[in-house]
């Protein structure tokens, strides 16, 4: 477990806008063994992580995780106003698709919403919007983070798996993809 880089940057230079905690980031594997080993983070039970895991989800924090189908070195628990990537959606200065694969979409059930606001309330990229008494979402920005879907008391946000997405098969391959986006000939 260590602290969350984003959230001790933005304390570090006055520019830390949340209350939630800076020790929400989980690591894994050789990754954490490095890290406890420069004493930079601590080891934890199953059962720690899974708590940091249902807080962080209470909190209404977005769980970040490797786009990989194996191999996964972290688990970083996002806020909207410190964290990076997350925020940096928010305030809408790289657009989701440049800055990230999503592999999921959002979904309202017509029938199910009752209007309420609540997903409006703690969406932590600011993309859904009341338009009447339901629920818009701005699906070029939305992350697919899942956030939205917890507080709904009707149960109509679900999130669906994007067709043609598939997470590439490890870190390595991850990599390589994101360098051949950024230069073809790779």
Known sequence: LVHCPCRAAAHLIGKKRCDHSLENCIKYDDLAEYLIEKG??????????????????????????????????????????????????RRKKIPRDVLMATYFLRETDKERCTGCGACVEI?????????????????????????????????????????NAIPPKDFKELHYEILKERNPAA
């Not at 490797?66 to 925020?87: F, L, P, Q, Y």
């Not at 990229?125 to 920005?141: A, H, L, Q, R």
Request: glycine share 10%; charged share 25%; with cysteine.
């Open 40 to 89: 930079i983070g601590r080891e934890i039970t199953k059962k720690e992580a899974l708590e940091v895991i249902r807080k962080s989800e209470e909190a209404g924090l977005v769980h970040l995780v490797d786009n990989a189908r194996e191999g996964i070195k972290h688990t970083c628990n996002c806020c909207g106003c410190c964290c990076w990537s997350v925020g940096t959606i």
């Open 123 to 163: 969406c932590p990229v600011n993309v859904v919007k009341m338009e009447g008494d339901f629920p818009v979402i701005g699906k070029d920005w939305c992350i697919g983070c899942g956030v939205c879907a917890i507080p709904c008391p009707a149960s109509a946000v679900k999130l669906v798996r994007k067709s």
